[in-house]
């Protein structure tokens, strides 16, 4: 029991420090350094089991691999659709949404989630010759 829960203490620990939104995998690759003998079955077990205690979320809107948060405040994510990275939209919920797809549903709605895609910053200065050609002037 003291085990367990010791090893669910170093995933939320990983979870909470982190800001990449990482996949299962990840956090198995970083648990390892500093429990070696860990299973990627004990890892993923330990995080539902987080989730279950509403430690952590699961980023889920039609993504193909289960990303997880360790911020579980209500917020919105963005994806870049060429390097994969995610980032909060930090300040940006639309409380009013819940209530309107009450009323329009009759359902108690409990969590509502808001995925954005695009192309990041970083991604579109790679890609713009005219941006590297500024760069390149002003050096
Ligand atoms: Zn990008
Ligand atoms: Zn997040």
């Not at 429990?35 to 330990?46: A, D, E, F, Q």
């Not at 699961?58 to 963005?78: A, K, M, P, Q, V």
């Not at 989630?113 to 390149?136: A, H, M, N, T, W």
Request: hydrophobic share 30%; glycine share 6%.
């Amino acid at each position: 029991m003291r085990r367990r829960s010791k090893q669910r203490e170093v995933i939320l620990n990983l979870l909470k420090r982190t800001k990449s939104h990482p996949s299962a995998e990840w956090v198995y690759t970083e648990v390892r350094k500093e429990i070696p003998n860990i299973s990627l079955g004990t890892v993923y077990r330990n995080i539902k089991l987080l989730q279950s205690m509403g430690e952590v979320s699961e980023i889920s809107c039609e993504g193909d691999e289960c990303r997880f948060d360790g911020n579980t405040i209500l917020h919105y994510h963005i994806t870049c659709q060429r390097c994969g990275k995610i980032m909060d939209l930090d300040g940006i919920v639309l409380q009013s949404l819940e209530e309107r797809v009450a009323a329009a549903t009759g359902f108690k709605i409990t969590n509502h989630c808001v995925g954005f895609k695009g192309v990041c910053p970083d991604c579109l200065e790679q890609s713009s010759p005219e941006r590297y050609k500024y760069k390149v002037r002003l050096y």
